[in-house]
């Protein structure tokens, strides 16, 4: 793995891996956690050409057992959801450091926790904001969301490994704001998410 030496400390190293292979393992990360998307489907798109048609689901992979089990349902598409959090991401990471993908959900989805009052979240132009979602009501929605538009390429996203004494490596996951353009990108596609029919609207959801 070609690593990037970027910062060296007394007792600690940051290493920043290649962004390409960043990417990529998160693409791969992400397409092993995705839990009701037909995986077939899935790897029809991945390799697809333009003006290719999509197959239908296979019926057989383990995640389209999950939608029989689970009686999912096709959600409406989620693009001004998905812009909104665009937004989270542009005011997060425009006035605090070493934001999380956690941080981003949980601004998004106004939780309150903790964690979001002593990293002074709660105070923040971010979560002050009144949009009301539509469709992304859930912090596992709004994290599929998060994580396609990485994926995408519209959100960027670093992760840093700290080798610390004695051998020990951690690994942290930030993002770093959105691309130039990246509104225009989102509006092109379509946000269509799935979900069990039993799921109801989020408490935390501002009405
Ligand atoms: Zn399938």
Same mark, same amino acid.
């Given at each position: 793995?070609?690593?990037?030496?970027?910062?060296?400390?007394?007792?600690?190293?940051?290493?920043?891996?290649?962004?390409?292979?960043?990417?990529?393992?998160?693409?791969?990360?992400?397409? !092993?956690?995705?839990?009701?998307?037909?995986?077939?489907?899935? #790897?029809?798109?991945?390799?697809?050409?333009?003006?290719?048609?999509?197959? &239908?689901?296979?019926?057989?992979?383990?995640? !389209?057992?999950?939608?029989?089990?689970?009686?999912?349902? &096709?959600?409406?598409?989620?693009?001004?959801?998905?812009?909104?959090?665009?937004?989270?991401?542009?005011?997060?990471?425009?006035?605090?450091?070493?934001?999380?993908?956690?941080?981003?959900?949980?601004?998004?989805?106004?939780?309150?926790?903790?964690?979001?009052?002593?990293?002074?979240?709660?105070?923040?132009?971010?979560?002050?904001?009144?949009?009301?979602?539509?469709?992304?009501?859930?912090?596992?929605?709004?994290?599929?969301?998060?994580?396609?538009? #990485?994926?995408?390429?519209?959100?960027?996203?670093?992760? &840093?490994?700290?080798?610390?004494? &004695?051998?020990?490596?951690?690994?942290?996951?930030? #993002?770093?704001?959105?691309?130039?353009?990246?509104?225009?990108?989102?509006?092109?596609?379509?946000?269509?998410?799935?979900?069990?029919?039993?799921?109801?609207?989020?408490?935390?959801?501002?009405?």
């Amino acid at each position: 793995m070609k690593i990037n030496n970027s910062t060296s400390i007394e007792d600690a190293i940051t290493l920043v891996p290649d962004h390409n292979i960043q990417q990529k393992i998160f693409e791969v990360q992400t397409f !092993c956690s995705t839990k009701y998307f037909c995986r077939q489907q899935l #790897i029809a798109k991945h390799y697809a050409w333009d003006g290719d048609s999509t197959p &239908e689901t296979c019926g057989k992979c383990d995640n !389209c057992v999950s939608c029989i089990e689970d009686n999912v349902q &096709e959600l409406p598409n989620a693009v001004d959801d998905v812009l909104e959090m665009m937004e989270t991401v542009k005011c997060l990471t425009a006035h605090h450091e070493n934001v999380t993908p956690k941080d981003v959900v949980d601004v998004f989805t106004h939780a309150k926790t903790i964690d979001m009052e002593s990293k002074g979240y709660i105070s923040s132009e971010a979560y002050k904001r009144t949009y009301v979602r539509k469709v992304l009501v859930s912090k596992d929605l709004a994290l599929q969301a998060l994580n396609d538009l #990485i994926v995408c390429g519209l959100v960027k996203q670093v992760c &840093e490994l700290k080798r610390q004494k &004695e051998r020990q490596m951690t690994c942290n996951t930030y #993002i770093r704001g959105v691309v130039d353009n990246a509104v225009q990108s989102v509006r092109n596609r379509s946000w269509v998410y799935l979900a069990p029919c039993r799921q109801k609207r989020s408490k935390t959801s501002k009405q």
